[in-house]
């Protein structure tokens, strides 16, 4: 399968409902994330090395991720930078790409995602949040899109309340967050929120299903959403690279 030719078919064209993105809309430095991916940026480079995922079996800790501590109403206002995040157990899982090993440290979620395909947003994107012994850090982001039960919805089925106690969730296969497909795009990029830090590399998959009543709890939570808006390639590529 060639993603440049079907990248279309990743996204449904018409949406059920109209999302809008959060956030501060320029960044003034050349690489930030998220991006909008069309076909004229999409690069095939046959050297470009492999990302290799081995994941296992992990209990998981989903906690409220807070940015606004110091505001009275905190416990009770959206900030557009919390999410729900799931830490995993150390050593659960890693990536290795050009022999570098980057250790999956946790992953958390934004309504609606924060990637574009060809101009068009996924309700829900996961973000797989990897760090190297020399603390750089890559991201595998999965756009997601309501369809069959996933472990995401294993994950999500109660969210962490802000101001409140974690969530421990029962050991999951975290291979199981991944799509079948294995074709994947990587771009370099940042984080994608404050301070929006360089030199973060970007792995885009293909969509993975989560139900609709998933997406309907976790926007019902973020109903203003929590994701930052697209920002300029500026010349930057994405290049197609399989994922084993």
């Not at 018409?14 to 960044?27: H, K, Y």
């Not at 969509?207 to 009543?213: D, F, L, N, P």
Request: overall charge negative.
């Amino acid at each position: 399968m060639n993603l440049k030719r079907s990248l279309p078919a990743l996204l449904p064209l018409v949406l059920a409902t109209s999302f809008f993105a959060a956030g501060p809309a320029e960044s003034g430095t050349p690489k930030q994330s998220p991006v909008n991916v069309t076909p004229g940026a999409i690069r095939f480079d046959p050297h470009a090395p492999k990302l290799d995922v081995t994941y296992g079996h992990s209990a998981l800790e989903l906690k409220y991720i807070r940015k606004d501590a110091d505001k009275a109403d905190g416990c009770t206002v959206r900030d557009h930078e919390e999410t729900e995040e799931a830490e995993v157990e150390p050593g659960s899982g890693h990536v290795t790409v050009a022999g570098t090993r980057y250790d999956l440290v946790q992953f958390h979620f934004h309504t609606p995602s924060e990637h574009q395909f060809v101009g068009h947003s996924y309700p829900l994107e996961m973000h797989l949040v990897h760090r190297s012994a020399a603390g750089k850090l890559l991201v595998v982001g999965v756009p997601l899109r309501v369809g069959a039960h996933s472990v995401v919805d294993t994950v999500l089925a109660k969210l962490s309340p802000e101001c409140g106690e974690p969530v421990d969730i029962a050991p999951v296969n975290l291979n199981s967050l991944l799509p079948a497909n294995h074709h994947t795009l990587h771009y370099t990029g940042s984080l994608t929120t404050a301070p929006f830090t360089e030199g973060v590399e970007w792995y885009l998959t293909t969509e993975q299903t989560v139900s609709a009543a998933t997406i309907a709890r976790f926007q019902g939570l973020f109903t203003a959403g929590n994701a930052r808006a697209t920002q300029p390639l500026n010349g930057r590529t994405l290049n197609e690279v399989p994922r084993i």
